[in-house]
């Protein structure tokens, strides 16, 4: 499995603190399944970030895990008129391995009144945002059809791994699953913070994924698309649950047309 969001880069925000945090961080998505995982540290109003930082950072730990997993380079990107405007200058700078897509994290009260003309903007300059975890955002929860106008515009959906359990609470679960049943997200990721609270497991997320929604879809959510992400190549959602899919006997995803009105097979 790839993991595109992860603070394990000790000493940059408010995810690992200590270099062996990073380690150990490492060592546990490592041992339950994640191949390739990113480092997005925050980069808001607290956060500077740091990309040089982040590279040797990088070359630190990869060199005491053996590469295992592979370390990209990311950000969890705020929307600040700053950050916004320096984006912009430089595209490559805060997107992951430093081509097309972007995290974006939206705060959890509201949504910028200008949001729709900053996507368009990024848009323009070939920068492709991923929403991150909009299940944990009040305005989006009762909302989706804002969601689906950015997905239908060009953007991707990641939701949290720990959010199609408990960890987030009723409404974040509830949320989460709503959107998985409706097409609207893309990837799903850790976020993960720390070794205890908020790990870099999707191993969980895969279990629940398979059982509620199929091999393919979990595959397409955890290994795919986030491989796709890497290399800055297209995605493509899970198709919305018992409307546009059906599962072969091999785990694989067939996805039905628009206009399919005949039952989808087992």
């Given amino acids: 499995m790839i993991d595109i969001h992860s603070h394990i880069l000790?000493?940059?925000?408010?995810?690992?603190r200590e270099c062996n945090d990073s380690i150990a961080m490492l060592r546990i998505a490592a041992e339950f399944g994640t191949t390739d995982i990113v480092a997005t540290p925050h980069s808001d109003l607290r956060y500077a970030f740091q990309p040089d930082l982040m590279s040797e950072r990088i070359a630190q730990l990869t060199a005491v895990s053996s590469g295992l997993p592979r370390i990209h380079k990311g950000c969890d990107f705020h929307l600040s008129y700053q950050n916004i405007q320096d984006a912009l200058a430089f595209p490559s700078k805060y997107t992951i391995n430093g081509l097309g897509y972007l995290l974006v994290e939206l705060a959890e009260a509201f949504i910028p009144r200008s949001l729709d003309e900053i996507l368009e903007q990024f848009a323009q300059r070939g920068i492709l945002p991923v929403i991150t975890h909009p299940e944990r955002n009040l305005p989006l929860r009762k909302d989706l059809?804002?969601?689906?106008?950015?997905?239908?515009?060009?953007?991707?959906?990641?939701?949290?791994?720990?959010s199609l359990g408990d960890r987030f609470g009723k409404e974040a679960k509830r949320s989460a699953w709503s959107m998985l049943k409706k097409g609207l997200v893309h990837v799903v990721a850790s976020d993960a913070h720390d070794v205890k609270h908020r790990p870099p497991r999707l191993d969980i997320a895969r279990g629940l994924l398979t059982e509620e929604i199929g091999a393919g879809a979990a595959r397409l959510l955890l290994v795919e698309n986030p491989a796709a992400i890497l290399t800055g190549a297209p995605i493509r959602p899970i198709a919305a649950a018992k409307k546009w899919y059906s599962f072969k006997s091999t785990g694989s995803l067939t996805v039905a047309a628009r206009n399919e009105t005949t039952e989808p097979r087992p």
């Fill in 10 to 16: 000790w000493g940059l925000d408010d995810g690992a």
């Fill in 145 to 162: 059809a804002r969601l689906e106008k950015w997905v239908n515009f060009g953007c991707a959906v990641q939701i949290t791994a720990q």
